[in-house]
């Protein structure tokens, strides 16, 4: 089930969606979902890894957090260059 959202947005703004939008074939509210979505993904991935350095979190709830698998977690961070602090029990989750 969808429900509308109305936002409030700067003209230049709205423009630069409308350019987009007609660039990648897309409706304007298709190119703003997308970005919603894809903004939100990485936000939560954001959130998990900043928590997960300041060791508030394990890197099991990280995952959980980001929505994604710890193996996939893990390789996002390798790609980042952010240090685990993983320990066996970490190792054997994955496995």
């Not at 709205?14 to 970005?35: C, F, G, P, T």
Request: proline residues 0%; without cysteine.
């Amino acid at each position: 089930m969808t429900k509308q959202m109305n936002l409030r947005l700067e003209k230049d703004l709205i423009k630069e969606l409308e350019e987009l939008a007609e660039q990648e074939n897309l409706d304007r509210s298709a190119l703003v979902r997308k970005i919603l979505i894809e903004g939100l993904q990485q936000e939560r991935l954001n959130f998990a890894l900043q928590k997960y350095m300041m060791k508030e979190i394990s890197i099991e709830r990280a995952a959980e957090i980001a929505r994604v698998s710890m193996h996939d977690l893990i390789l996002k961070m390798s790609q980042l260059g952010i240090l685990s602090n993983l320990n066996m029990e970490d190792f054997k989750k994955i496995l």
